[in-house]
């Protein structure tokens, strides 16, 4: 979900509220940034010397820069603007997204931060191969890892494309193109130049951007109630229409069996979908230590906490100070309720108004940039580590050649990145990024869990658990109301939808763990009982980790 409103019309508010005497301002703003950006990508890429460097950032950052870029490669502008729309149309529903996002932490920390920083070098790919046949595991390793990037990366292109388009004035086809290309090209050069080191230092620069953007509008709505939060919320309620109701749960979840459902299958995607996102996951791998690995997710929890709690005063205080039908009149999905509210608090009309809604955009667009800069990062890493060197070569290929094709890959992937990203632009792509939570749920969660602490997982069960949850996940979503049959969907016109959920997480991701247990119950291969005993201690104690 945390991209799933960075379709074209996310951000409608910046058309209509950046005039024309204040673009030279959101253009100088945009200019410093990325000036900025690619100045700290260059200065990280001096230090980019090997294969360590590139992918892991040579483990030399500390737990809390690494929970600093962690909350970065979490905290999208979609999820920023998507939570803040959600809660000033649906109040308490809406919240419930932010208590899904920061639960999904503890699944992190408890059970995949340390175990995989013990285990593993670079990717997934190492811990899964670690016990088993190393060539199928990889391959199916990496290919769910590239298939959940860049359906994630595609949401973030087309949201970054657009956002960029409507602050610029621009109208055009040929225009909105350009700028995905742009965005795409800037992609490119933060990864193949910066590695891993330039991406965690964007990350950790975003993160504080956005945590105080996001700081600021609180305390501005804070003030506009004297600090009193229960005039806040009144407030809210007596202006949605809902009153009292806005306040309680049901009103968007609780009308019909199905949505509860919808909501039920929603919650356990995002929940567990979040231990198993690639970008998320080689984030792990960049402190000296495990015990770095479990302080990083600690402090990520405590700044993401923080950030989601704040998204309380933006969502109710856009539903309060600007109300839910001009709101719904600038999107009718409430996606730009932030940088709506961003302009009311600064004045609307005004300078001030258009500088805090300039910065507010800049920010969102740095969110972007450094959420695509780790998918990409991720995707490249599992190619050239996994798919390259592992299985194409066999494990003999050299550090310089897998960095090379590492570079390679992430130049191929921003292509398709780009091509897709220009014809999605017109698209709600709600649906790909719930397919990326669902597939990383389905297929990424069961293998790296059975593979750490079940001794009886074999190769066959990986390879079902991977494949099954990464194609029953697409197959529902392809035959959902996200993909036809609404007005809302990405196709309106016509209707193939046969499975009613919006999310298919309720199916597939107790599929990709039953067919995990199925494919090593039925297999013929006998476990390698003393692998899986080295593997258990390396996890546990971290001896002879990397």
Do not use: C
């Amino acid at each position: 979900m945390s991209a799933a409103y960075a379709s074209h019309d996310v951000i409608q508010l910046a058309a209509t509220g950046s005039t024309s005497e204040h673009r030279p301002l959101i253009i100088t703003l945009f200019a410093v940034f990325v000036a900025a950006t690619l100045g700290i990508t260059v200065w990280a890429g001096r230090q980019t010397r090997s294969a360590s460097d590139f992918y892991a950032g040579g483990r030399q950052f500390t737990a809390f820069q690494n929970g600093l870029a962690v909350s970065g490669d979490y905290m999208s502008a979609a999820s920023f603007l998507g939570i803040a729309g959600a809660i000033a149309l649906f109040g308490y529903d809406g919240f419930l997204y932010s208590i899904g996002f920061l639960v999904a932490w503890l699944v992190a920390l408890l059970l995949v931060a340390e175990p995989l920083r013990n285990s593993g070098r670079y990717t997934m790919g190492d811990v899964l191969a670690y016990r088993m046949r190393q060539r199928p595991v990889r391959t199916a390793a990496g290919t769910s890892t590239i298939v959940v990037s860049i359906f994630y990366l595609l949401a973030q292109m087309a949201g970054a494309g657009v956002l960029v388009s409507l602050l610029l004035g621009i109208t055009s086809d040929a225009g909105k193109i350009l700028i995905v290309a742009l965005v795409g090209v800037l992609m490119i050069l933060y990864v193949t130049i910066g590695g891993m080191k330039g991406t965690t230092w964007v990350q950790m620069v975003k993160a504080v951007l956005l945590i105080a953007g996001a700081l600021l509008m609180t305390l501005m709505v804070l003030w506009k109630f004297d600090f009193n939060v229960s005039d806040l919320l009144g407030t809210a309620a007596e202006k949605s229409g809902h009153g009292a109701a806005f306040l309680e749960p049901g009103l968007k979840y609780g009308a019909t069996g199905t949505s509860k459902l919808d909501f039920i299958s929603l919650g356990i995607a995002l929940v567990l979908g979040t231990a198993g996102l690639p970008h998320i996951l080689i984030r792990f791998y960049t402190v000296p230590t495990a015990k770095a690995a479990r302080k990083s997710v600690n402090w990520a929890i405590g700044i993401i906490g923080a950030f989601y709690l704040m998204t309380i005063a933006l969502g109710f205080g856009a539903a309060a100070l600007i109300g839910p039908e001009e709101i719904k009149a600038k999107n009718p999905a409430g996606n730009a309720a932030a940088p709506q509210l961003a302009e009311y608090l600064g004045g609307v009309g005004t300078t001030g108004g258009a500088v805090l809604l300039a910065v507010i955009s800049a920010v969102a667009f740095a969110t972007i940039l450094a959420v695509v800069a780790g998918l990409t990062l991720a995707s490249s890493s599992s190619f050239a580590h996994d798919i390259y060197a592992n299985v194409i070569r066999k494990g003999q290929a050299t550090e310089k050649e897998e960095m090379r094709a590492a570079r390679w890959a992430t130049v191929a992937i921003g292509i398709v990145s780009i091509a897709l990203g220009a014809m999605a632009r017109d698209l709600n792509v709600a649906g790909l990024v719930a397919l990326a939570f669902a597939v990383a749920a389905s297929a990424n969660l069961p293998t790296i869990l059975y593979s750490l602490f079940w001794k009886r997982f074999t190769t066959q069960g990986a390879l079902w658990s991977i494949y099954g949850g990464l194609a029953s996940s697409v197959l529902l979503v392809l035959f959902s109301p996200v993909v036809s049959g609404k007005a809302s969907s990405m196709f309106p016109d016509v209707d193939f939808a046969w499975f009613p959920l919006e999310n298919p997480g309720l199916i597939s991701i107790p599929l990709g763990f039953l067919l995990g247990w199925l494919g090593s119950v039925v297999s013929k291969e006998e476990p390698d009982r003393g692998k899986y005993a080295e593997l258990e201690v390396k996890s546990l104690t971290g001896t002879g980790a990397h």
